[in-house]
């Protein structure tokens, strides 16, 4: 187990940037998943802390040595690759015991490893197996195994799971998480699964164009985001947005075409137009709220079970809000709904930034 | 097809008229008497090379008294024409004019694919007696001449670089086998390659050296009675020459690197003056007169092995004869037969003859007049010494022989150089290979 | 529109050409051949002769000299060329390192140049007192390591596969990194992350993977092996003696040198056969090694 730094990490493809200065700090046992939209460079980060890739800006020191420049296998990594990289030409077993063998592991301690991965894995039926003859879930989860029977410095994982169908997927992050309590390993993890990088991650960073937005841990992201980018990427179903516009000193901020006013729980000194970020939670409606400063109609109702959302037109504006209660309202029935003044969060319409009150 | 016949346009029919037309006159020219005759002409020498120049000197002599025949010439390298020669001739493909090899002669004789020349030589008598009858008798198979000789040539001519000699304690060639070793002895003391030798292609060995050597040991007799099947390779005296080419390679009579250089490189050897000597027959007197420096040129004599101890041949025998023929092909008859004698019959005649001797080669016929001609000093020399008997010619070695025979013994030569064949063992092989063939 | 049912006799029209061609180019020569090792020429005429001529070849000892000659060049070639090949293909394929194409270039060149070019180019080098390599041998003070490259016997074998190494290790090379295109780059990395050596990766993720083109590369090597026939030719003649004369060489003087047709015939046909059978049987033991877990795609 170590620690990982990122220092200043950069990365260019050609003409194009792909990285610009990450700096990370992974603390020792820590499980850190990086989140941000497809093609936002977490498989490439993934890479140059893996050592795949050694042309690049800045440094990656693991535990107190510094390894850039060093290839893969003097790294003391293990990896699970996006698309699995199997070796076709080995049985399942071999593809899981192929980095003990490369140790000079005896037979038999392999043997045992290869065992208990595959038995965590649901693999021990298909140990004989060669890859082209697994589904994709399959492999996936052999691809896990060949990192789970090593023990490495820094697990690192990219969308291990993306392929397994929703129980499996459940089993599995479940897997990850104890196996990371029980050997305390530190991981880096890429995911575009929400639900993973909130139950899983001591820390989240957030990734976008080839920067880090924000890191921090998954609650402080989901309650605090300081920008927008973070504020709508965390959060299913995602935060709502409202245009609107305040003078400075006010704890009131109006909506735009006058579909109403909020209040705030403080004073921003601020004014002019800004984006009003408002959870769909924390939204309240009914055919009759005391408390309600709006008036919307509704679009359309879903209900899961527990939950139901509720589609709201607030003048020309769009608002989702989720609430546990049975809704009695229906499509075309104009409704009343609350928001708790300590409830929005403001951001700057041009730049994105956070704007605190 | 016959109702699309109707079709066809009054062009495509004007084509088929002439087709038909040319088809006729090509049959009328080999069946009868026709304007034109086309002689197909094969050989192995081309227009660069001094054998080239006097082909195409016959060639427009020909032209002049033939004015109607065109003769088409197919040239191919050496080894090629050996290859394309067995090929026709096995297939019945032959041209109609060619050259022959020695080797070649009594088999395709036998299988009637050479026109009997003695009609011919009788015709023409002022050509056919200019002839060399030792040559002539090349081409002769079961009394009959099958093919004329395209010149004559001495295979066996030691050159030696008389300075260097001198240089060695040797006033002039030695005149025993001894001599010779202990010249060798000498010169490679003064660190100077004695034999300039290059046998990568296994003939120079084989002709040059073996043919005259073999003689010396074995004696003409002896080769005699091996032709007509009643010695053979194993017998004493012929092991006794290959011993002898074995000494002289043991005793360091050669370059070390004797197997992988070709003839240009020997003689260059000994152009450079980097060897006292190199061995080959008369063709190498015009280069040598070509690349040698004046110094050298006025050191230049030439030789020929000395007599050996115990040999039963001649000391005044050298290989040489003329080993290609030139032959027609027995299929032509009429007016063609008739051109492609007349062809043969310029191809050695008076001005191919003179063309020789201009460029540094000999005739196979006596010339009636050799006025104008400036032959170089060592080449009449030369012919002066076989023409008066001096020196007489036995015939080289392996052309009488199996093409077989000639390969073993090139190979064998060379294995004998490296330690890797016993005389005794070689003859042998050479033994099975000839009985192979009778 | 009518899709184009070809019926039975349009099939043939279509057919006959190839049909032709190749019957000329492969099946004419090869029943010729076989026709001829049943006769040999005896003044220009073939003469039948049994089985006279495979009997001769069961005690011709030095046809089996120079058999021997291109099992030694072809074994060496194998270990010497196809598989130093593999490795520099390997190498060659890690973007971080080399694969310039400058390097690609360098490394093929040799293989488009004509061997009667590079046999000569080679003579110069192997020159006794002035070749490159007797000459650098002696500015490097190791006279002692000079040779008769080309004349000693006991050499000159494998000075000719070192020449023929130097020209067609480019074109193994080349292969191998085709086939090396075609196998999942993301399993080497991975290899890497397992922490295999370059050896290790080379030997035990890429050489698997790429049985297919081994298969290619050793029928290359094999039957290059007993094709051989230009560089003796023009670099020592076959000599000296037998000692660098490769079989087709042999059977090309047998054929025209010899003028014994049947005879050479008989062992053009003979190392046909044998070549073949060879061939299968390298792809057949490759193939049972392979038979599952095969990488390269099948269809
Ligand atoms: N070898 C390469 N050459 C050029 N561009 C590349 C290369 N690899 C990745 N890229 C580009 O770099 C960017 C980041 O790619 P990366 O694979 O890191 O994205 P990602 O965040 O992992 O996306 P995803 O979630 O879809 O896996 C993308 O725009 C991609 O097109
Ligand atoms: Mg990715």
């Known amino acids: 187990m170590a620690t990982l730094e990122l220092n200043r990490i950069g990365k260019v493809f050609g003409t194009t940037r792909v990285l610009s200065e990450i700096d990370l700090a992974v603390a020792h046992g820590e499980f850190v998943i990086l989140v941000g939209p497809s093609g936002c460079g977490k498989s490439t980060l993934l890479r140059i802390i893996a050592g795949l890739e050694t042309r690049h800006d800045g440094e990656v020191v693991i535990g107190k040595k510094n390894v850039t420049g060093l290839r893969a296998k003097e790294r003391d990594i293990a990896m699970v690759f996006q698309s699995y990289a199997l070796y076709p030409h080995m049985t399942v077993a071999r593809n899981l015991g192929f980095s003990l063998r490369i140790k000079r592991l005896p037979k038999p301690a392999i043997a045992e490893r290869v065992g208990r991965a595959a038995e965590i894995l649901n693999l021990t039926p298909l140990l004989n197996r060669y890859p082209k003859e697994l589904s994709g879930g399959q492999r996936q989860r052999v691809a896990m195994g060949r990192a789970l029977v090593r023990d490495p410095a820094i697990f690192l994982f990219d969308e291990p799971l993306s392929n397994l169908d929703a129980n499996l997927r459940v089993a599995m992050r479940q897997e990850i998480s104890d196996l990371h309590a029980r050997l305390g390993s530190t991981i880096v993890y890429v995911t575009h699964d929400q639900i993973e990088a909130m139950t899983m991650a001591d820390k989240i960073v957030v990734m976008n164009a080839g920067r880090i937005e924000q890191v921090g841990r998954p609650l402080d992201l989901y309650d605090n985001p300081q920008s927008r980018f973070v504020a709508r990427f965390i959060g299913a179903p995602a935060m709502n947005f409202l245009a609107g516009s305040m003078e400075g000193g006010a704890a009131r901020i109006r909506l735009a075409d006058g579909a109403g006013e909020l209040s705030l729980a403080g004073r921003p000194a601020r004014s002019g137009a800004v984006e009003i970020g408002v959870r769909p939670e924390h939204i309240r409606v009914g055919r009759d709220l005391p408390e309600a400063a709006l008036q919307g109609i509704v679009r359309h109702v879903v209900t899961t079970g527990a939950d139901s959302y509720l589609d709201l037109d607030l003048g020309s504006q769009r608002l989702t809000a989720l609430t546990q209660e049975r809704p009695d309202v229906g499509p075309g029935d104009r409704v009343a709904i609350a928001i708790p003044p300590s409830a929005p969060k403001l951001f700057d319409t041009e730049t994105g930034a956070r704007i605190e009150f | ?438 | 529109m009518q899709a184009f049912q070809p019926t039975r006799r349009s099939l043939w029209a279509l057919l006959a050409p190839s049909v032709l061609v190749y019957g000329f180019i492969v099946v004419v020569p090869v029943v010729v051949g076989i026709w001829f090792s049943f006769h040999e020429m005896r003044n220009f005429q073939m003469e039948w002769a049994g089985v006279a001529n495979y009997a001769r070849m069961a005690g011709d000892g030095d046809l089996w000299f120079v058999l021997g000659n291109n099992v030694t060049i072809t074994g060496l070639a194998i270990f010497f060329q196809v598989m130093p090949a593999f490795f520099i293909a390997v190498l060659m394929n890690r973007k971080d390192i080399w694969a310039e194409k400058f390097v690609r270039t360098a490394v093929f060149l040799p293989v488009v140049i004509s061997p009667v070019v590079t046999s000569f180019v080679w003579i110069l080098v192997f020159n006794l007192d002035s070749g490159l390599l007797n000459s650098t041998l002696a500015v490097l003070g190791l006279e002692a390591w000079q040779q008769r490259w080309l004349d000693d016997p006991e050499i000159v074998i494998y000075s000719l596969t070192a020449v023929l190494v130097w020209q067609y290790i480019g074109l193994f090379v080349v292969i191998f990194l085709a086939g090396l295109s075609a196998i999942n780059p993301e399993t080497l990395e991975a290899a890497d992350v397992d922490g295999a050596s370059f050896f290790q990766t080379a030997v035990l993720v890429v050489l698997p993977q790429m049985s297919r083109t081994v298969a290619v590369a050793m029928v290359l090597a094999l039957s290059g092996g007993l094709k051989i026939f230009e560089h003796p030719l023009v670099m020592t003649g076959g000599g000296p003696g037998l000692a660098s004369t490769v079989v087709a060489q042999f059977a090309y003087d047998v054929s025209f040198r010899r003028a014994q047709f049947g005879y050479g015939a008989t062992i053009a046909i003979t190392i046909t056969v044998l070549s073949l059978v060879t061939v299968l049987a390298c792809l057949w033991i490759i193939n049972r090694l392979t038979v599952r877990s095969s990488g390269e795609t099948d269809a």
């Open chain 2, 1 to 438: 097809m016959l109702d699309r016949i109707s079709d066809l346009t009054p062009k495509a029919l004007g084509g088929a008229k002439t087709l038909a037309a040319g088809l006729a006159i090509s049959l009328a020219a080999t069946t009868a008497s026709a304007q034109d005759i086309t002689l197909r002409f094969g050989h192995l020498w081309d227009d660069a090379s001094p054998d080239g120049k006097v082909i195409a000197a016959a060639l427009d002599a020909f032209a002049a008294e033939f004015p109607d025949v065109e003769v088409v010439e197919e040239v191919l390298s050496h080894d090629e024409y050996l290859a394309q020669f067995k090929v026709s001739a096995a297939s019945g493909a032959l041209v109609d004019v060619f050259a022959v090899n020695r080797t070649d002669i009594p088999s395709a004789a036998r299988a009637g694919l050479l026109r009997d020349l003695d009609g011919a030589m009788e015709t023409n008598a002022q050509w056919g007696e200019a002839l060399t009858d030792t040559l002539v008798a090349e081409g002769v198979v079961d009394g009959e001449t099958y093919a004329i000789p395209a010149f004559q040539i001495v295979t066996h001519v030691i050159f030696y670089n008389s300075a260097m000699l001198e240089a060695a304690g040797y006033e002039s060639f030695p005149d025993t086998w001894e001599g010779l070793l202990s010249l060798i002895d000498a010169l490679n003391e003064k660190d100077v390659t004695p034999i300039a030798l290059g046998n990568k292609a296994a003939w120079v060995a084989a002709d040059p050296l073996f043919s005259t050597l073999a003689n010396r040991a074995t004696g003409s007799d002896w080769y005699d009675r091996l032709l007509a099947n009643e010695a053979k390779f194993t017998d004493p005296e012929f092991v006794a020459s290959l011993a002898l080419f074995e000494q002289l390679s043991d005793v360091g009579a050669f370059n070390a690197d004797a197997n992988s250089l070709d003839n240009d490189q020997q003689k260059a050897l000994f152009l450079n003056e980097e060897a006292a000597m190199f061995i080959e027959g008369n063709w190498a007197i015009q280069p040598i007169i070509d690349g040698a420096s004046p110094e050298l040129l006025d050191n230049v004599g030439m030789a020929i092995w000395p007599s050996v101890p115990g040999g039963a041949g001649a000391p005044n025998a050298v290989s040489g004869g003329s080993g290609w023929l030139w032959a027609a092909n027995a299929d032509l008859d009429g007016e063609a037969a008739a051109a492609a004698e007349g062809l043969i019959a310029a191809l050695t005649g008076e001005v191919a003859g003179r063309a020789r001797l201009e460029n540094g080669l000999m005739p196979s016929s006596s010339l009636q007049s050799t006025d104008g001609i400036e032959v170089p000093a060592m080449l009449a020399e030369l012919s002066n010494q076989v023409g008066s008997g001096e020196l007489t010619l036995v015939p080289i070695f392996v052309l009488p022989l199996p093409g077989g025979v000639f390969d073993v013994l090139g190979k064998g030569l060379q294995d004998l150089m490296t330690d890797s064949v016993t005389p005794e063992a070689l003859a042998e092989k050479l033994q099975e290979e000839y009985e192979r063939a009778l």
